[in-house]
């Protein structure tokens, strides 16, 4: 018989369930079904942040190709000049 929407069970091995289990005792979390709901939470939270993070990248990278195909070009030396003033670095920086 399946488990109701949005419950399921999670087996552990040993020393994570004591793991689990100490940090229910330290207070933070009323139940393990807390603790583990705080971590898939937070694991689902970054992956949708890299998500959205990766769709800009990948809009800008479509944005640059467009521009590119268009004609639309700067030299490479005077992109670099203006990553440059951008990050406050001068052409004499040894880092640069």
Known sequence: MPT???Q???TLTG???RFVRDKVSEGVFA???EYIRELVRTRYLAEHDRDAR???VDAALAAGV???EAGRLVPAGEAFARVRA???LTDEDPSA
């Open 4 to 6: 109701p929407r949005g």
């Open 86 to 88: 951008a990050l406050g």
């Open 31 to 33: 139940t393990p079904s």
């Open 15 to 17: 020393e994570l369930e």
């Open 54 to 56: 990766m769709r800009r």
């Open 66 to 68: 467009a521009d590119a």
């Open 8 to 10: 399921m069970t999670v």
